[in-house]
């Protein structure tokens, strides 16, 4: 069952990758129990840990299918994911009818899945949006760095891009398609995109990476690489969602809803 969102007459579809339950320990960066878990707690399952899911979505724009992100694809190893292929093809879509790929950030459950089993783009007739401070910083001596080959995906899916020449890097806020607008989303990663569909659906990508950040702005994911910025962006994306009305989703979120003002914070209602 793929769940599904009308932004304002443009049908988003979320494609659901695969799933993980994680301890908040490794969701939040300096996670205090004494502070935090009284928020955390009513979210917990029976091990202690929180629900997530890799998703990627589906927007059917006047323009042609635009794709964000592409899952772990064959990255997936053993976690449970690589199945946006398969949530495509529930709806009916074969990849060489996506045109557009917006491209939120270079991690691998959202890069994995760019390309095929040949290591060939897996989207042969879609440009592939991402953000200039992005694939430079993929592209820099840093990303080969990253322990356990965290660079790995972004690497092989940037440059199997650029050689097929399906890359297009944007430098800032862009309409990329009819009613589908990448805006600068900076923090979790340097050039990380969030989007908005028609005035009516915000895709914050990792900007918000659980449904507690809604309440608490302030906790900083343990994979932000800047914690201070992406506050400040997920601030600002949760004031656009509750000033304009929009239904706030996003990658790891196991919900969707719109956003209400609540002192410090906001409070995420559920479709
Ligand atoms: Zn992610």
Redesign the pocket.
């Known amino acids: 069952m793929v769940e599904s969102f009308d932004a304002g007459g443009v049908a988003c579809h979320v494609l659901v990758d695969g799933g993980r339950t994680v301890s908040p320990r490794f969701v939040f960066r300096g996670y205090d129990d004494d502070v935090q878990g009284p928020f955390v707690r009513p979210y917990l399952d029976a091990e202690g840990k929180l629900a997530g899911r890799?998703a990627a979505l589906l927007i059917e724009s006047a323009d042609g299918h635009v794709l964000i992100d592409a899952g772990l694809g064959p990255f997936a190893g053993p976690l449970d994911g690589g199945r946006v292929r398969q949530e495509l093809e529930i709806l009916g879509v074969q990849p060489w009818d996506i045109r557009t790929v917006i491209i939120t950030?270079g991690?691998a459950?959202?890069v994995g899945g760019l390309l095929g089993p040949r290591k060939e783009p897996a989207f042969p007739d879609a440009r592939h949006v991402i953000h200039r401070a992005e694939a430079d910083f993929w592209a820099s001596e840093d990303a080969g760095e990253l322990p356990d080959d965290a660079g790995g995906p972004a690497i092989a899916a940037l440059h199997a891009l650029l050689q097929a020449d399906l890359l297009d890097v944007i430098g800032g806020d862009l309409e990329v398609a009819a009613g589908v607008r990448a805006i600068e989303a900076p923090g979790h990663t340097p050039g990380h995109l969030a989007v908005v569909v028609n005035d009516g659906l915000l895709w914050a990508?990792?900007a918000v990476?659980s449904q507690l950040n809604v309440p608490h702005p302030e906790w900083v994911s343990a994979?932000d690489m800047d914690g201070a910025a992406n506050e400040a962006t997920r601030r600002a994306l949760l004031a656009r969602a509750a000033d304009h009305g929009l239904v706030l989703a996003a990658?790891?979120l196991p919900v969707a809803g719109s956003i209400v003002r609540d002192g410090d914070g906001y409070v995420l209602v559920e479709r």
């Open positions: 890799f950030h991690h459950d959202h990508g990792d990476i994979a990658s790891h």
